[in-house]
Nanobody, 123 residues
């Protein structure tokens, strides 16, 4: 079993920055990959960034590539999502999910989820 807790969300103006955290606990083998998803109002949940154990095998959606950066702190079992140059279109609830293998960006492939943290970007 895996437990995930997101934090770091808030309200910022366009062009600002936030750093989200996803703290994971439970069986290490079940959280070899951490994937960030987001869901805006009236939209489907979309995968935006993934990272493997040790910080390797990173991937980003085109919508955030070049602006968002993933890192993983193994000592704290925490994945960080640094978000720069934020846009109003980034406004969404952000979730992290865990899996033993890389299942891609389809949210239906993941069993373990956090409760989410809200990000609001104003123009």
């Amino acid at each position: 079993q895996v437990q995930l807790v997101e934090s770091g969300g808030g309200s910022v103006q366009a062009g600002g920055s936030l750093r989200l955290s996803c703290e994971a606990s439970g069986y290490t083998a079940d959280r070899n990959f951490i994937v960030w998803f987001r869901q805006g109002a009236g939209k489907e949940r979309e995968g935006i960034a993934s990272i493997g154990v040790g910080g390797g095998i990173t991937d980003y959606a085109d919508s955030v590539k070049g602006r968002f950066t993933l890192s993983r702190d193994g000592a704290k079992n925490t994945v960080y999502l640094q978000m720069d140059s934020l846009k109003p279109e980034d406004t969404a609830m952000y979730y992290c999910a865990a899996s033993p293998y890389y299942y891609g960006m389809n949210p239906s492939n993941y069993d373990y989820w956090g409760q989410g943290t809200q990000v609001t970007v104003s123009s």
